[in-house]
């Protein structure tokens, strides 16, 4: 099998790469990545020049380059490609968001369609979902409406609809995935878990929204990995999957965990004015993907720690990594807090 991966050089593109690479030996796998900030030709450096394994830079919402990448018709195209962080969507603009997540998935689908292709996965977000109360114990479902409430959000609503209509209007095969918050290696440190990891073996402060009692569902990427393989090889076209890990946290718990692991004292935690539009808990439901595909995440909520503890040695033991990353994304995101 060939397979396209857009985004492929970013965090869960990269990791899927390489999930791929070990998992299927024989599948040949071209990463097709505008090499953004947050797209690190570091992440598979190792495969460079190796079989199996091509890289070919270019825009998902530049109809030649994506023709160009989608001509030979590869099985299948798995799109990563998004402008991802939501304090980015608030403070600085909307627009690209808007060009990536919406654009770029239409420029897609009208290539995926032209040339054929058998399977086109769209990775989306369950933050399309809006937000579910603190008390309540129930999860976002397949079923349930969408409300985004931040601009990244509403973008990757905008690009799964168009996915929906491209299936329901002209039959391209397409499949959607919305995932819970992924964690991991090759995390880009803009994000909340690596964030707190850097600024914690540094002695500086982990700076928490509002009252630090934002939950979240956590994934680890190679479990996010797992559901996306078993949805492209065995997925129902025109479906969504939801993928989710039931690892409810709340951002003040992860923090505490972080420091924790790395010997910190508490006293390192710090609360900030909250962000506009903050959606207060996010929780996922797996049993679909688990009844219809039959995948479990390895990582639950029985063995989240051990993920995150496995996290921070990665990180501890890649801080050059982690430095060149932060330069690369200089001038990008010197608004985000978090």
């Known amino acids: 099998m060939k397979v396209v991966v857009t985004g492929g050089s970013g965090f869960i593109g990269s990791n899927f790469i390489r999930y791929i690479l070990r998992e299927r030996p024989d599948w040949d796998v071209v990463n097709f990545d505008a090499l953004t900030y947050a797209g690190n030709p570091e992440n598979l450096a190792e495969f460079e020049g190796k079989p199996h394994y091509w890289f070919f830079k270019g825009d998902i919402a530049n109809p030649v380059d994506v023709e160009n990448a989608l001509k030979y018709k590869p099985d299948a195209v798995v799109d990563f490609a998004a402008e991802s962080h939501v304090d980015r969507s608030i403070h600085g603009g909307a627009s690209e968001f808007i060009r990536t997540n919406v654009s770029g998935v239409q420029t897609l689908l009208e290539a995926v369609k032209k040339f054929e292709i058998p399977r086109y996965i769209h990775i989306s977000t369950d933050e399309v979902y809006g937000a579910l109360p603190l008390d309540s114990g129930e999860p976002f479902t397949e079923e349930t409406a969408f409300q985004p409430n931040s601009p990244y959000s509403a973008s990757k609503a905008a690009g799964d609809l168009l996915c929906r209509a491209y299936f329901k209007t002209y039959g391209t095969p397409v499949i959607v995935t919305h995932a819970a918050n992924n964690y991991g290696p090759y995390h880009f440190p803009e994000k909340l878990i690596p964030f707190f990891i850097m600024r914690a073996m540094k002695d500086e402060a ?133």
């Open 206 to 338: 982990l700076p928490l929204y509002g009252d630090g009692k934002y939950v979240r569902d956590w994934l680890h990427v190679e479990d996010h990995c797992a559901a996306i393989l078993a949805v492209l090889e065995r997925g129902t076209l025109g479906e969504t999957y939801n993928i989710g890990a039931d690892n409810e946290i709340a951002n003040i718990d992860i923090a505490k965990m972080i420091l924790k692991i790395l010997g910190k004292p508490e006293s390192l935690l710090t609360y900030v004015t909250d962000r506009p539009g903050h959606d207060r808990r996010y929780a996922i439901s797996m049993a679909k993907i688990e009844r219809e595909l039959g995948w479990k995440p390895k990582y639950d909520k029985t063995n989240f720690e051990q993920g995150l503890r496995e996290t921070v040695e990665w990180f501890k033991s890649h801080q050059d990594w982690s430095a060149r990353a932060v330069e690369r994304s200089k001038g990008v995101n010197e608004h985000i807090v978090v």
